[in-house]
């Protein structure tokens, strides 16, 4: 019986996935370069989201301190155990439009432009970015973050919250961080039981804590002393307190 071939069927060729072209190394350049942006603020969004409730452990610029000295002192207390003319003799002495702006007091930046300086345009907000979140220093790149994430944080944290962060994690004196740890340092005291002179005081030393001495005063030092006492009165009397207290 003759043997019938039958044709074998040629095995289709394997269908390659449609990819499309590949990407030139330029535009794959600035897709890297978008989605590690985009990573790095989703990182940065949550950081300050989740300062919002929780306490910053420590800082950036607290652990150079600390590598520098050895140790710091520091305790953190709620805005309940502060003292409230402290409370307003840090915003009088650093920011006396604190509750009224979102951030960047423009009125303050257009003066220290006109003025050829840079002292007193920098917010409570800015401060607080640049001690909890970046570094100490002058640099394009940390002035750039500062300036975009100080709106996130006015966005996200209460002004009480902001005020409460700052005064914790400011430095007092050299490796002293915080009113409690600073009240206990210079006075004795804690917090919340400074009177309205040593409260002025350690407010005073906030620009240039490591030159300044809370607790032994120059003559100009306590002049603005005085200077403290009166504006801390002067925004509890026209409102501008209201946004962190009561």
């Given amino acids: 019986m003759a043997k019938i071939n039958t044709p074998r069927?040629?095995?289709?060729?394997a269908r390659r996935a449609a990819t499309g072209p590949?990407?030139?190394l330029r535009a794959r350049v600035k897709l890297w370069l978008?989605?590690?942006i985009g990573g790095i603020g989703a990182v940065?969004?949550?950081w300050i989201i989740a300062y919002g409730f929780l306490n910053p452990p420590i800082t950036p610029y607290m652990i150079g301190e600390r590598r520098i000295l050895g140790d710091i002192e520091r305790e953190w207390v709620p805005t309940e155990r502060i003292s409230p003319m402290l409370l307003r003799s840090v915003v009088?002495?650093?920011?006396?439009?604190f509750c009224s702006h979102w951030g960047f007091d423009v009125a303050a930046i257009r003066s220290a432009i006109e003025q050829g300086a840079d002292r007193g345009a920098s917010t409570i907000t800015q401060q607080v970015v640049k001690n909890a979140?970046?570094?100490h220093g002058r640099s394009w790149l940390r002035k750039a973050l500062e300036a975009g994430m100080t709106p996130v944080v006015e966005l996200f944290w209460s002004k009480r919250r902001i005020l409460e962060v700052y005064v914790?994690?400011?430095e007092f004196d050299e490796g002293i961080f915080g009113v409690e740890a600073a009240a206990r340092h210079h006075f004795g005291v804690g917090a919340d039981e400074?009177?309205?002179v040593q409260a002025a005081r350690l407010a005073m030393v906030l620009p240039a804590p490591k030159l300044r001495a809370a607790s032994a005063p120059t003559s100009a030092e306590r002049r603005r002393t005085a200077a403290i006492i009166d504006g801390a009165n002067t925004i509890a009397r026209d409102g501008r307190a209201a946004c962190f207290e009561g």
């Fill in 9 to 13: 069927k040629k095995k289709a060729p």
């Fill in 194 to 196: 400074v009177n309205d």
């Fill in 133 to 135: 979140f970046l570094w």
């Fill in 34 to 36: 978008v989605r590690g």
């Fill in 44 to 46: 940065l969004l949550l």
């Fill in 22 to 24: 590949a990407l030139p």
């Fill in 168 to 170: 914790n994690i400011a």
């Fill in 92 to 97: 009088a002495a650093e920011d006396a439009n």
